[in-house]
């Protein structure tokens, strides 16, 4: 059973910093690309990052590129996404993807994407 299981989460405030993790089970995480979604109350879901399999690959949207970093752990088949200088805009439910495609500005999930049942962020001003 694939399954993907975000934490890190948390109540912080604004400048404060987040380490989110992702950890995948149930599929051969090397072959697949990872990205970082979130999503805000009446707002769509918004790609942030993603990291490509093999040749680990870093791609962020532009407005959180100076602010969050991605990379992957392999061997612990975990994801992190570590974002500085939180901003009460950055409040979301922050959700994971397995099967996405990567680009510069460009985090998009498959259709049958695998997905976490995301971790909450709430910045505080």
């Known amino acids: 059973e694939v399954q993907l299981v975000e934490s890190g989460g948390g109540l912080v405030q604004a400048g404060g910093s987040l380490r989110l993790s992702c950890a995948a089970s149930?599929?051969?995480?090397?072959?697949?690309?990872i990205g970082w979604f979130r999503q805000a109350p009446g707002k769509e879901r918004e790609g942030l990052s993603c990291i490509s399999s093999h040749k680990g690959g870093l791609y962020y949207r532009d407005s959180v590129k100076d602010r969050f970093t991605i990379s992957r752990d392999n061997a612990k088949n975990a994801v992190i996404l570590q974002i500085h200088s939180l901003k009460p805009e950055d409040t979301a439910v922050y959700y994971c993807a397995a099967d996405v495609s990567c680009g510069p500005n460009l985090v998009v999930a498959a259709p049958f994407a695998s997905w976490g049942r995301g971790t909450q962020v709430t910045v505080s001003s």
């Open positions: 149930g599929f051969t995480f090397d072959d697949y690309d």
